[in-house]
């Protein structure tokens, strides 16, 4: 079992920034896709992006995208996400996630691995 463990959450005011991590442990992957999904109080959980940590090859949910970078540094097996320009409605628990495969995937069901969570709160 590959564990996921997140951090950077915290609050900030709107407009602010932050950096989330995410570390894997254990037994890791030749190939595979890591990604970022965050749900609020209430509502489903949402697909925010993802990296391919082969290639690099990111995608965005358009409700981040300009405003959100995915990356990966695979000598930590760690993926970050940088959230700038930040709004009340990304406030969420961000989870991050990884699967086995090259593809992309939006839907939460495709991937194998998750962690914990780190609450992300951003204040008007």
């Known amino acids: 079992q590959v564990q996921l463990v997140e951090s950077g959450g915290g609050t900030v005011q709107a407009g602010g920034s932050l950096r989330l991590s995410c570390t894997a442990s254990g037994r890791t992957f030749s190939t595979y896709v890591m990604a970022w999904f965050r749900q609020a109080p209430g509502k489903e959980r949402e697909f925010v992006a993802s990296?391919?940590?082969?290639?690099?090859?990111?995608y965005y949910a358009d409700s981040v995208k300009g405003r959100n970078t995915i990356s990966r540094d695979n000598a930590k097996n760690t993926v970050y996400l940088q959230m700038n320009s930040l709004k009340p409605d990304d406030t969420a628990v961000y989870y991050c996630a990884a699967k086995p495969s090259l593809t992309y995937a939006s839907n939460y069901e495709a991937y194998n691995y998750w962690g914990q969570g780190t609450q992300v709160t951003v204040s008007s």
């Open positions: 990296i391919s940590m082969i290639g690099g090859r990111t």
